[in-house]
């Protein structure tokens, strides 16, 4: 189904946009997309959760567990759909140079963004002969 939904999306009409085309997919066709390419994935987190609002608040929000000095917050497990960035933090951290934005603003997000650096270790058991690949970064 993911290379049917693929085809589907790189063979419209050139006047098509993204978004167009994206929106004609099946609710089922974008998360099979979307899971394919692992772009986003459904986990449990820890949220800034305010009980007066009954929201989640970014983190950039809160301070000292509090919001505007008046809503009290709490840690609240949730299942949330987080975006894989990592895969694509590179790209992204190059296009702040590109954009005109105030530059407090774009060092907010390149340290939001974060650069991993690090190796891959290979090893190989010499009792089972099983392979193990594992990023160490720093």
């Not at 089922?28 to 989640?56: F, I, K």
């Not at 608040?57 to 809160?62: M, Q």
């Not at 954009?99 to 991993?116: F, H, V």
């Amino acid at each position: 189904m993911v290379r049917k939904t693929y085809q589907r999306i790189a063979t419209k009409t050139p006047t098509s946009t993204h978004a167009d085309q994206w929106s004609s997919l099946s609710e089922d066709e974008q998360q099979a997309y979307l899971l394919h390419y692992r772009m986003t994935y459904l986990a449990e987190s820890e949220v800034n959760w305010c009980p007066e609002l009954g929201t989640v608040l970014a983190n950039d929000e809160v301070v000292n567990g509090v919001l505007n000095e008046e809503a009290i917050l709490s840690n609240k497990k949730m299942k949330q759909w987080m975006m894989r960035i990592s895969s694509y933090a590179e790209r992204l951290l190059n296009g702040l140079d590109t954009i005109d934005w105030p530059e407090p603003l774009k060092e907010m997000q390149r340290n939001w963004i974060g650069r991993s650096v690090g190796a891959t270790v290979r090893l190989q058991s010499t009792i089972t002969m099983r392979k193990l690949k594992s990023l160490h970064t720093s």
